[in-house]
């Protein structure tokens, strides 16, 4: 993954103790591409010391105003001219509130006020900290400046209670960067997608199934939710986290996943079918679980509904966009779909090495012909793809 390449990123870091998990979010950011730059705070330098941070960024950590490095001594300035945003994590009460008046009492708080990029907190404190009428009104401030605020969580805190006021994980503060400085593309928009198998059971303990991991549609969701749309995710059984920003409805047979998908996509703007939804299921599922015979068995197989074509064919359809997983004439099967469903967009993949892969190469077929995307992570063929069906969008 390297979504934050040739970004610059400020991590200012400050007095709690959460400032251990700030190395960690530095080091995600780093393997995303991204130039880090670490401010410390005093109180923060109190928990975790200048070196981790310098060794985990590969640049020098700033810790003072008056640090002669910078040619100009003007490091407050200096420092966030050419940055894409600064995230300061943990955020304590205290700075959050230094923030909120404009305070410049130390390099931190001095370069957020003379800042020209975006920037965001992810609070962390003890539950009545956070519950504070003082610190409400301070968040609510800061997200009214226009600051955004990630977080916090729910759960155990270093002092032993429990409640909100843990902060993010650095996966999600990583993620939540990276979906911060994304390309905005399907801002107002809602998304519905399929994603991975489906599951038609034979009996309570047996079905038939396939070998889609989800990791197409689960990446595709992702890189929806980082364009600025509203997604809602119809999963089949796959052991896939849920994407951040992402609304997950998890399902198992090809009949409960055109429920959900119906129940979801009125006012969808958008349809990705990316599950490999088997085409057909056991007319009959045996109530109990069937016992070994010795004899043939044979199973009665009925026609599952194709959900992508039901949706393609309503009234007022959302944008469709189906895939096709072929093991061969990928140019000819997959056009063939995309004409059969009236689909104004088709990704072909061959999958001669079978599903599952971290990485594939596709080709995006359309009105306008066939548009080859290189062998990629399944992470940046998404963008690849949101951005083809963004452009093809817009011009409806
Ligand atoms: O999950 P991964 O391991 O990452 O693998 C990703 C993938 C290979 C599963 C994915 O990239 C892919 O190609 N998915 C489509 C699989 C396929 O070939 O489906 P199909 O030819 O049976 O169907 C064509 C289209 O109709 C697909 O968009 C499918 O979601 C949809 N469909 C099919 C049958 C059905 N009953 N309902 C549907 O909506």
Redesign the pocket.
């Known amino acids: 993954m390297i979504e934050l390449k040739g970004r610059k990123i400020i991590l200012g870091v400050t007095g709690g103790v959460a400032a251990y998990k700030a190395a960690e979010l530095t080091r995600q950011m780093v393997k995303a591409g991204a130039s880090v730059h670490v401010v410390l705070t005093e109180g923060g330098a109190h928990f975790v010391t200048p070196v981790t941070f310098q060794a985990l960024s590969g640049h020098p950590v700033w810790t003072d105003l008056w640090d002669p490095r910078m040619g100009n001594n003007m490091a407050h300035i200096d420092l966030t001219r050419d940055a894409d945003c600064i995230i300061v994590a943990p955020a304590t009460a205290d700075v959050m509130a230094r923030l909120v008046q404009g305070r410049c009492d130390d390099l931190l708080t001095t370069l957020c006020l003379a800042r020209d990029c975006s920037l965001l907190v992810a609070p962390a404190m003890n539950r009545q900290m956070w519950q504070h009428p003082a610190t409400q009104r301070n968040v609510a401030q800061l997200v009214a400046d226009g600051v955004t605020v990630l977080g916090p969580d729910a759960g155990e805190q270093a002092c032993g209670e429990v409640g909100m006021g843990r902060m993010l994980e650095p996966e999600v503060l990583c993620e939540a960067v990276i979906s911060h400085l994304e390309n905005k593309r399907l801002a107002g928009r809602k998304v519905v997608l399929?994603a991975?198998p489906t599951f038609e059971a034979i009996d309570p303990v047996r079905g038939i199934t396939n070998s889609?991991?989800?990791?197409?549609?689960y990446a595709l969701a992702r890189a929806c939710a980082q364009a600025g749309a509203e997604v809602v995710l119809v999963s089949g059984p796959v052991a896939m986290p849920v994407p951040y920003g992402v609304e997950r409805i998890s399902v198992h047979s090809?009949l409960a996943m055109r429920d959900a998908v119906m129940s979801v996509v009125d006012d969808a703007d958008v349809f990705i079918?990316?599950?490999?939804?088997a085409?057909y299921r056991p007319a009959e599922a045996a109530e109990h679980k069937i016992k070994k015979s010795g004899e043939v068995m044979q199973i009665t197989l009925t026609p599952?509904?194709?959900?992508?074509a039901e949706v393609a064919a309503r009234p007022n359809p959302p944008f469709c966009v189906?895939?096709?997983?072929e093991s061969r004439d990928l140019d000819t099967y997959a056009e063939g779909?995309r004409k059969n469903k009236r689909l104004p967009m088709v990704v072909g993949?061959l999958?001669q090495d079978g599903?599952?892969q971290d990485d594939n190469e596709v080709v995006i077929y359309d009105a306008a012909g066939r548009h080859p995307v290189p062998r990629a992570a399944?992470h940046n063929l998404a963008r690849s793809i949101v951005k083809h069906l963004a452009e093809l969008l817009a011009a409806r």
């Open positions: 399929t991975g889609s991991s989800g990791k197409m549609g090809a079918g990316v599950a490999a939804v085409d599952n509904p194709d959900i992508l189906g895939f096709a997983a779909k993949n999958v599903l599952g399944k």
